[in-house]
């Protein structure tokens, strides 16, 4: 199964060494984020998609007066922009992959809305093909 490969990093990571499942506590998706506090660990669940409004947040949970985010990596900027603009452009994936991901994932659901996982299928589905996986 999908979440079994891509997403077992919450698994092998987050459950395994600090004993949370984060699919266990709830996840404001509208905001963005969430805060799970267990015994002496907090962890800050976020959406990538939201980082920049996420600054204050971010800050605060570090603890960091005026934290501010630098965009140091960006991929228009990088020698190999044009190579990165050809995948995207040409990026194909099966259509089943593309529901395993998007439709069929817990993850998913827990921390996005069904109009935000609909959007991002509808957003890939450009590049999906009937294939085998």
Same mark, same amino acid.
Do not use: T
């Given at each position: 199964q999908f979440e079994q490969? &891509?997403?077992q990093?919450?698994?092998?990571?987050?459950?395994?060494?600090?004993?949370?499942?984060?699919?266990?506590?709830?996840?404001?998706?509208?905001? #963005?984020?969430s805060?799970?506090? &267990? #015994?002496?660990? &907090?962890?800050?669940?976020?959406?990538?998609?939201?980082?920049?409004?996420?600054?204050?947040?971010? #800050?605060?949970f570090l603890n960091i007066k005026q934290f501010r985010l630098c965009n140091d990596n960006i991929g228009i900027e990088k020698p190999y922009r044009f190579a990165y603009r050809e995948f995207k452009e040409n990026f194909v994936i099966s259509k089943k992959r593309l529901e395993d991901i998007y439709i069929r994932n817990d993850y998913m659901k827990h921390f996005y809305s069904e109009q935000e996982c609909n959007e991002l299928y509808s957003r890939w589905s450009?590049?999906?093909?009937?294939?085998?996986?």
């Open positions: 490969k &891509e997403f990093w919450f698994d092998s990571q987050m459950k395994r060494y600090f004993k949370i499942d984060v699919l266990e506590y709830p996840f404001d998706q509208e905001k #963005g984020y805060i799970i506090k &267990e #015994g002496n660990i &907090e962890l800050l669940l976020m959406k990538l998609e939201k980082l920049d409004e996420l600054e204050d947040v971010i #800050g605060s450009k590049h999906s093909r009937d294939m085998r996986q």
